[in-house]
């Protein structure tokens, strides 16, 4: 159970930002042994690969928070976040110890699809929403909404690694605004939908 549920709240954070959980993996079982990583992941922990992901992200946080470069950004990450949850979803070893449950071990392949899923499905909620929030604030959501996520990404990876149960609080945290995102694309999209009065014609 534990493992799943640290796959899954990692997973959710790669959904809002694919650098953040690979980046606090890889330091967590480079400097710690808190994360230990299958030998298959341990490139996770190479110097240089930290360094590139450190800019990546440094790049993700800058541009995600300008309007329209986000919406291309996230055009970009579609393929990137999902990957990065696939990888951090399987990665993780330490919580499959702890509950003794080596079935996640003998089939990885689970973890690597439940993390692309799971990382998708939040990556779409996230891509959905940005850009009824430029329109509706004019841009200036953009940048707010952005550092949410961002924080959001990050507690909830250090949530999964030292308190997996606390996963679903944070799950439940998160589905607050996911929810509030989906009214706000439905009225927009009924908005769309419901067709202007007539102006009458002069007689």
Do not use: C
Not at 61 to 86: C, E, F, S, Y
């Amino acid at each position: 159970m534990l493992a799943a549920l640290t796959g899954l709240g990692l997973s959710t954070a790669a959904g809002l930002n694919a650098y953040i959980p690979l980046l606090v993996v890889g330091l967590l079982a480079n400097f710690t042994d808190v994360v230990r990583l299958p030998p298959d992941y341990a490139w996770l922990t190479n110097g240089w690969v930290l360094a590139v992901v450190s800019v990546l992200l440094l790049a993700e946080i800058v541009l995600d928070k300008v309007p329209v470069v986000d919406h291309v950004n996230d055009m970009i990450q579609t393929a990137v976040r999902p990957a990065a949850g696939g990888v951090v979803f399987s990665a993780t070893q330490a919580a499959s110890q702890l509950d003794h449950s080596t079935w996640m071990t003998q089939n990885p392949w689970v973890g690597w699809v439940l993390g692309v899923g799971v990382a998708f499905a939040v990556h779409a909620m996230k891509a959905s929403a940005r850009p009824v929030v430029n329109v509706s604030t004019a841009g200036v959501g953009a940048p707010i909404v952005s550092t949410v996520e961002d924080a959001g990404s990050l507690g909830m990876s250090l949530v999964a690694v030292f308190f997996p149960v606390l996963v679903i609080v944070g799950l439940v945290v998160l589905a607050i605004p996911a929810w509030w995102a989906i009214r706000l694309i439905r009225r927009r999209r009924a908005r769309r939908r419901t067709p202007l009065p007539s102006t009458p014609q002069p007689t």
